[in-house]
């Protein structure tokens, strides 16, 4: 695990850590139980899927862990967009086919360490690196109205209802950092 030691907009002291493959054994329990909290269980994503994204070359996987907690407390999962295509707005968005998206499909934080910043500091490290990789563009899935709360800026592409039956709506969004 590479970690990066950093502070959130709270003043939070936070590392995100890079979640190799080595060291995905070691928090995949983690992932699973913030997974399990975080999501309805129609959304919820498998041990199995998430492995395999993880293992995925191209993909960022990042955990976050706070001063004196020995687990991750947040974790970011993204690839490029065009590894899913199976999931509504993807397949039309203007981008696909170019190479050029990285498509965060998933963060979360637990519920005890929420509204300090955490999540945000995951997707501003991911933005960087998908940067790197020369990506120039980042999008996802989020709870309408959130974007709002990103304080990162961007856009909504397209808004869906009753999202996989949660009953809840979901903007398909581009992250403008």
Request: aromatic share 8%; charged share 25%; glycine share 10%.
């Amino acid at each position: 695990m590479t970690t990066v030691g950093t502070r959130t907009r709270t003043g939070q002291a936070a590392e995100v850590l890079d979640l190799t493959q080595s060291s995905w054994t070691r928090v995949n329990d983690d992932i699973l139980a913030i997974e399990v909290e975080s999501f309805p269980e129609s959304i919820q994503d498998s041990a199995d899927y998430l492995a395999g994204l993880h293992a995925s070359p191209t993909a960022i996987f990042l955990g976050v862990r706070v001063p004196l907690v020995s687990r991750i407390v947040g974790y970011l999962a993204a690839d490029r967009l065009e590894r899913f295509a199976d999931i509504p707005g993807i397949g039309d968005d203007s981008h696909f086919g170019r190479r050029d998206t990285m498509y965060i499909a998933s963060v979360a934080v637990a519920l005890q360490w929420r509204r300090r910043g955490l999540g945000v500091l995951l997707q501003r490290d991911c933005i960087d690196r998908a940067r790197s990789m020369g990506l120039q563009r980042t999008t996802a899935h989020i709870h309408h109205g959130a974007l709002q709360k990103l304080e990162t800026g961007g856009r909504v592409i397209r808004s869906f209802s009753d999202w996989y039956g949660t009953g809840q709506t979901f903007d398909y969004v581009e992250i403008i950092s």
